[in-house]
């Protein structure tokens, strides 16, 4: 069984930070990549960012460039989320996924594991 618990999220003002984490635990369960996605009210859960595991390439969303950050901790399968310059339009459901394939794919689709997730509200 595969668990991933995300820890982090809040209420913040416009242009202000919050940095999440999400840990994986499970029996045997080997990292391919981890990756944040994100869900609005009324809206799609959308892709945010994404980091192989092993050689830490990442991808990130567009909307997000230059203002969030990933990396992660091997020693503790720990995943981080750095985000900065908050915006209203970045508040959401943020959710943690991981998979055992080490792709650069951006589609929930192509997550078998998903975290419970975790609000971010930022005010304007």
């Known amino acids: 069984q595969v668990q991933l618990v995300e820890s982090g999220g809040g209420l913040v003002p416009a242009g202000g930070s919050l940095t999440l984490s999400c840990q994986a635990s499970?029996?045997?369960?080997?990292?391919?990549?981890m990756a944040w996605f994100r869900q609005a009210p009324g809206k799609e859960r959308e892709f945010v960012v994404l980091i192989r595991w092993n050689s830490g390439i990442t991808v990130l969303a567009d909307s997000v460039k230059g203002r969030f950050t990933i990396s992660r901790d091997n020693s503790k399968n720990t995943m981080y989320l750095q985000m900065n310059s908050l915006k209203p339009e970045d508040t959401a459901v943020y959710y943690c996924?991981?998979?055992?394939?080490?792709?650069?794919?951006?589609?929930?689709?192509?997550?078998?594991?998903w975290g419970q997730g975790t609000q971010v509200t930022v005010s304007s």
């Open positions: 996924a991981a998979d055992r394939n080490s792709w650069l794919g951006t589609q929930t689709a192509l997550y078998d594991y």
């Open positions: 499970g029996r045997s369960f080997s990292i391919g990549t």
